[in-house]
């Protein structure tokens, strides 16, 4: 069946980096979008980025310039390197994936499976 296991989260001091992991099984990332989403408690779930399944990358305003996202194919797995990082970065960071690829990987709402998130915590 189709896992998601998110790590990498942590606290790290404003501006330093982090890289987010999310190890996929039960389906190859050729035939799946991934996204990066992130919720703060008491606010709307917030899409960070995603990649395509053929590799087209998309990022949100807040994360333009200071996110990364990439996946190596061979280990199945999809990463999110953040940089210059910021307080109102601090949430649970969850990695997502849908079969719908006929449709954009920015659309929020076509994600099924999710992992279970990995706390990112950005205080000094």
């Known amino acids: 069946q189709v896992q998601l296991v998110e790590s990498g989260g942590g606290l790290v001091q404003p501006g330093g980096s982090l890289r987010l992991s999310c190890a996929a099984s039960g389906f190859t990332l050729n035939y799946y979008h991934i996204g990066w989403f992130r919720r703060v408690p008491g606010k709307e779930r917030e899409g960070v980025s995603c990649?395509?399944?053929?590799?087209?990358?998309y990022y949100a305003d807040s994360a333009k310039g200071r996110f990364t996202i990439s996946r190596d194919i061979a280990k199945n797995t999809i990463y999110l390197q953040m940089t210059d990082l910021k307080p109102d970065d601090t949430a649970i960071y969850y990695c997502a994936a849908t079969q719908n690829t006929y449709a954009s990987c920015v659309l929020n709402y076509l994600y099924t499976y999710w992992g279970q998130g990995t706390q990112v915590t950005v205080s000094s």
């Open positions: 990649i395509s399944h053929v590799g087209i990358t």
